[in-house]
């Protein structure tokens, strides 16, 4: 290698003795890189700099003022931006403060009105339920019969809730224009036909999910979920049917709307599970619409109302 000098075996010897050989003499290319790992040329630079000095500061009065400049420079853009940074800090507080001050201020407002809303319903099912109080003895009859007030009494417990894989039924398919796109899963159909089956078997009050079910009920679908009055509901479904339990029971059970989630049970996993129950309790619906009907007062042979027996609502 250039720059570096070799060592050179010796090969001297004295006459009638052994020559004696170094343990590391077949490396001395090894041991000279390992003795001068520094090239001649760094070394000489290296010399110069020492000779010269280390410090890099700029020699002329020139270079030294632009460097005094540079650093009061930097330290006046510190002490400028650790200021502004301490002036907005109030600010920044005052404003979030201000957020949180009116976030507390509209909650209190909205429990206001929520106290209000709760109170005006407590007093319109009062009105109602004085309306109701008004007539003659089928007072009781109309409340229970329109669900305006808690009901407790014998009865089933049916319990429906989704497959728990769903999967795409066979034949004998009760859905087959349903348009189902997910068969192991309860839709707003069936909880139809579950309900209307069991008004039809002779029960006395129905409720889904604590949901009291009234003649104005609706039992609707928004994407997966089935509302109840506009109110979702989640499985299982539990229904609970006031009425004389084993008529009730079996007399559903027999009916095509029992035997239609029959087929639901066999045919897509649909699990189902019904049981008579001595005493149930169902709340009140929570709102009532009071509706009364008058007779169209006949107008001649013509009129459409006259012999038709409608009325206006």
Request: charged content about 25%; aromatic content about 2%; proline content about 6%.
């Amino acid at each position: 290698m250039c720059g570096m000098p070799q060592q050179h075996p010796d090969r001297s010897s004295a006459p009638g003795r052994a020559v004696t050989r170094r343990p590391d003499a077949s490396m001395s290319l090894l041991n000279n890189v390992m003795e001068h790992s520094l090239d001649d040329g760094y070394a000489e630079a290296a010399a110069r700099r020492g000779a010269t000095g280390t410090s890099r500061l700029p020699g002329t009065l020139r270079g030294r003022l632009v460097l005094a400049l540079g650093l009061v420079l930097a330290a006046v853009v510190v002490t400028v931006g650790a200021a502004q940074t301490q002036v907005a800090a109030p600010t920044l507080a005052k404003e979030r403060q201000k957020l949180i001050d009116r976030i507390e201020s509209e909650t209190r407002t909205a429990d206001e009105l929520q106290k209000s809303v709760d109170e005006l319903r407590d007093d319109v099912a009062a009105r109602q339920r004085q309306a109701l109080n008004d007539q003659d003895g089928e007072a009781e009859r109309v409340a229970l019969l329109a669900g305006a007030t808690p009901v407790a009494g014998p009865g089933i417990e049916l319990e429906v809730n989704d497959a728990k894989e769903a999967s795409s039924g066979g034949g004998n398919d009760p859905r087959t224009t349903s348009d189902f796109s997910d068969t192991g899963r309860v839709r707003d159909r069936d909880m139809q036909r579950v309900v209307n089956g069991l008004w039809a078997s002779g029960a006395e009050a129905i409720s889904i999910n604590g949901q009291r079910l009234t003649s104005l009920s609706a039992i609707r679908a928004a994407g997966d979920a089935i509302l109840v009055d506009n109110r979702p509901l989640v499985p299982p479904y539990t229904v609970l049917a006031i009425g004389d339990p084993q008529k009730l029971s079996t007399s559903f059970l027999d009916s095509a709307d029992g035997q239609y989630l029959h087929v639901l049970q066999e045919n897509y996993g649909i699990r189902t599970r019904i049981s008579e129950k001595e005493k149930l309790e169902l709340p009140a619906a929570p709102s009532l619409i009071i509706r009364s009907a008058t007779p169209v007062p006949s107008t001649g042979p013509s009129s459409s109302a006259s012999g038709n027996g409608k009325g206006t609502h």
